[in-house]
Structures are given as structure tokens and as C-alpha cells.
């Protein structure tokens, strides 16, 4: 929990636009980099996470440290960002400066971070994430709840406003498909913010919006993760096809589950996913 002392630090260090004129640390699209510099929105978003006493934060991509500011005056324990790029890297010191320990500062991509891996105690992951890589990772610590239940806590993540619609479509939606399949097996999903592309630094060409993904606990009988992914992708690659051409394999199943044959993948609940995968 920091001081009263330590929220001032972190209120007085200098404007977040002067840290990015002085570091030159231009949004580079190759990155998926959009910045967010409100702190009344950094500190909301992070208002939609449960209490993080004694908590460990996972930030991915915090670029110049807006989001990153808010998350250092919550009561979390301790606030991981990890971060690909140096300038930003840089253009965070002055930051660990002012939060000292509770900040850990890690230059590596994450896609290859083992997140379990770091700080102690429960861990959240509050992000920013970087447009183009906001799917894999979120697939990738999907697949972490499922082989170690309990690994994160929450999960408060930022994408481009059609990729949340796909993750918490119902069925029967014309954006639901794989990724709202696995994010629903395993989470509660919620969308919890709207943010219009003037909010950001570029202003991206589209909305963006905020999910919160509270974990489910799983059933001991609960299939294997890679066993529903594959299900879902051949079920959803070619949707407008009937389950009996793109789910073949697993016919045999369809009339003691009670599915129609000439269903679509659109059609069928998650449950049903996760039930043709138990077969497997």
C-alpha cells in the first residue's frame, strides 16, 4: 500500500507528454503502440479491478507510464511492466525513481514472458495491450488458467473495440467464434470501459474498449486446452459450413449430445464445445 508520500512522488514527476518529447518516444504503429495519457481514465480502468491489496500487477506495453502512474497509486503490492521497447524502457526510470521497489521495470517481449513466474502472491494482469499481438497473448494466459488454475486473479485488458465484441459475444452472434468460446470456458467476461480513439496518442482509427475476465474454476473432467482451440478453430474456420463437414471427425457424438448435424458453429454454446472436446 503506498504512502500519501509516495502517491505525491508519483503525482509531481513531470507531464507525461514532456516525458515523451524528452525521450523521443514517437507511437510506432510496427508495435501496436497507442498511448494513453489521461489520467482520469488510467486511474478508472484501474478501478475496475477487484481490491489488489497485496497483489502483484502485470503490466504489458506501458509505454511512457500512464496507466502505469495509476497502478503505482492503487494498493498493489508490486507493479511488473513489461516493456519491448528501450525509448520506453528509458522513459520509465524516472518513474522507478519515485516508486523505487514496488515497481519492477523487465525489457523483454512478451510473448515469450512466463508471467507465473514473477513477483509473489496473487497476480493480476492490467494492460494496455499492443493491438497487434492483444489476441495471441490473451490466448496465451487463457491456456495458463487452464493447466494452472488460480494463476491470475483478474484479468482488466484493453483491445480494439471489435476484438472485445468477439470475446463476449453469445452464441447465435455474428461475431461469435473461437476466441469467444475460450475466453467464456475459462472466464467470466465483461466488457467494463468504451474509449473513443481521441482518448490515445496517435488516435487509432478505431474504438477501443476494456474486458474485464474473471476465472472460472473447471471441473476435473475439463478437456485439454490445445484439444478445444483445435475444435473450435476447425468448427469456425469455415463457419458457414454445417458442423457435420467441419466437426466430421466427431460426428459420432452429435446425436448423444443432442446437436443438430446441419448446425452451425455460430449455433452451438460454449458448453457444446467443451463437451465434443471431452471425446477427444
Known amino acids: 500500500m503506498p504512502s500519501d508520500q509516495d502517491i505525491k512522488a508519483i503525482e509531481n514527476l513531470p507531464p507525461l507528454r514532456e516525458v515523451i518529447s524528452a525521450h523521443g518516444l514517437r507511437a510506432e504503429k510496427s508495435l501496436g503502440q497507442n498511448f494513453l495519457l489521461d489520467v482520469n481514465l488510467t486511474d478508472k480502468i484501474v478501478r475496475q479491478a477487484s481490491p489488489l491489496n497485496g497483489k502483484t500487477v502485470i503490466e504489458i506495453g506501458p509505454g511512457p507510464g500512464g496507466l502505469t502512474r495509476s497502478l503505482l497509486k492503487s494498493a498493489a503490492e508490486k507493479v511488473v511492466a513489461i516493456e519491448y521497447d ?9 518513474l522507478k525513481d519515485a516508486a523505487g521497489d514496488r515497481l519492477q521495470i523487465l525489457q523483454h517481449d512478451a510473448l515469450d514472458a512466463d508471467l507465473q513466474s514473477l513477483g509473489t502472491g496473487p497476480k493480476v494482469i492490467i494492460a ?95 478437456p485439454n486446452f490445445d484439444v478445444v ?9 469455415q463457419r458457414r459450413k454445417m458442423i457435420r463437414s467441419t466437426l466430421k471427425s466427431h460426428e459420432a457424438q452429435f446425436e448423444d449430445l443432442g446437436l443438430d448435424p446441419k448446425s452451425r458453429a455460430e449455433n452451438l454454446d460454449v458448453e457444446d464445445f467443451v463437451a465434443l472436446a471431452r471425446f477427444s
Open 86 to 94: 528501450s525509448r520506453a524502457v528509458e522513459a520509465l526510470q524516472g
Open 128 to 222: 494496455n495491450l499492443p493491438y497487434n499481438i492483444a489476441t495471441t497473448l490473451l490466448l496465451g494466459w487463457l491456456k495458463d488458467l487452464r493447466e494452472s488454475p488460480g494463476a491470475y486473479d483478474e484479468m482488466i485488458l484493453m483491445f480494439q473495440k471489435e476484438v472485445a465484441m468477439r470475446i463476449c459475444a453469445p452464441s447465435g452472434n455474428k461475431v461469435y467464434g473461437r476466441l469467444s468460446v475460450i475466453s467464456q470456458w475459462l472466464c467470466e467476461t465483461k466488457p467494463v470501459m468504451e474509449l473513443p480513439p481521441a482518448a490515445f496518442t496517435p488516435p487509432p482509427k478505431v474504438k477501443s474498449s476494456v474486458v474485464k475476465f474473471t476465472p472460472k474454476t473447471v471441473g476435473e473432467d475439463a
Open 229 to 237: 482451440e483445435q475444435i473450435t478453430q476447425q468448427a469456425f474456420g
